[in-house]
């Protein structure tokens, strides 16, 4: 089950709490269903859920159902549940305020209270929303054709202190959220609290998982960059003694070089341990750069002799 058939299915389990949102969800279902005209409604849809709620709105509203069910079939993959009848159609688009053969929008008489404005928004996503799996993505949009809709969905969310954004897809009006929080307070206004969580622990999670990924990629570049230096050193240290002999360096040089030797793996900290607070790392690591020096002049001093 995708995650956008979770939230629908636990929108599906909210039970009206007056007639007055459960008027203003269904008129969000029926705007946003984007084949709403004067002569008929047709709502198509691949969730059952979101189909039976549908029809127990109507029947709760108005008494009556779809005139016609097209339940998924072989051939036919999504429901399709239609109105064409004209006492019908009168009914419901009286009941929401509005003449579809002017305008299909909102009529601001049936979002007054919070509670309606969110039956609203939720019809709206049921047949209208949809979100990315929030594994690979931050994204809520609800899509409708109709202009004005669009803006007067926007300007409705912001009354319920939700900010969100307006973009354009062909012929569409793409009404969206990408950030996390705002999905999760959107789903939570419209009465989806777990799928709302559900979302907010995967953002944890992944926070979390690409912390570790962070640490571990700075460890392992610590790591090897360490190495790199251990066998930068080493070379340097076996040069010296291939040429001049490490009794050619000074006490203090030929210990850090044997300190170097004895320990190829160890970093500058852990050396520096070995010695006991003898020298610090600072100290370990200005003498090794010495050795490094050292090896730099003997190369010099080789491709001088053989020129």
Request: charged fraction near 25%; proline fraction near 2%.
């Amino acid at each position: 089950m995708t995650f956008t058939a979770k939230i629908k299915e636990e929108l599906c389990s909210i039970t009206a709490r007056s007639p007055d949102t459960a008027l203003a969800e269904c008129c969000g279902i029926i705007l946003f269903a984007n084949a709403t005209r004067s002569d008929s409604i047709k709502i198509t849809t691949e969730n059952k859920n979101v189909a039976h709620r549908i029809s127990w709105l109507l029947k709760s509203l108005f008494g009556f159902d779809f005139d016609k069910k097209i339940v998924p079939a072989s051939s036919v993959k999504k429901f399709n549940l239609i109105i064409e009848n004209e006492q019908k159609l009168s009914e419901i688009f009286d009941a929401f305020g509005i003449d579809p053969k002017v305008s299909i929008r909102l009529n601001a008489a049936l979002v007054e209270s919070d509670e309606t404005r969110a039956a609203f928004c939720r019809g709206a996503f049921l047949t209208g929303g949809s979100v990315i799996d929030p594994e690979s993505a931050y994204h809520l949009e609800l899509v409708t054709s109709h202009n004005t809709l669009s803006r007067e969905l926007i300007s409705l969310l912001l009354d319920l202190n939700l900010s969100a954004k307006l973009a354009f897809r062909k012929s569409n009006n793409i009404i969206y959220f990408k950030e996390s929080g705002n999905i999760e307070d959107f789903l939570t206004r419209i009465g989806a609290p777990l799928s709302a969580l559900e979302l907010m622990q995967t953002k944890l999670i992944k926070d979390v998982r690409n912390q570790v990924n962070r640490q571990v990629n700075c460890e392992m570049a610590n790591l090897s960059k360490t190495a790199d230096a251990a066998k930068a050193q080493m070379n340097a240290i076996k040069l010296i003694s291939e040429h001049d002999g490490l009794e050619s360096l000074t006490s203090q040089l030929k210990d850090a070089a044997e300190l170097r030797l004895q320990n190829p793996e160890m970093s500058l900290s852990e050396l520096a341990r070995l010695t006991d607070g003898k020298i610090s790392k600072s100290g370990l690591n200005h003498r090794l750069n010495k050795l490094l020096k050292i090896a730099e002049d003997i190369l010099k001093r080789k491709e001088t002799e053989d020129k």
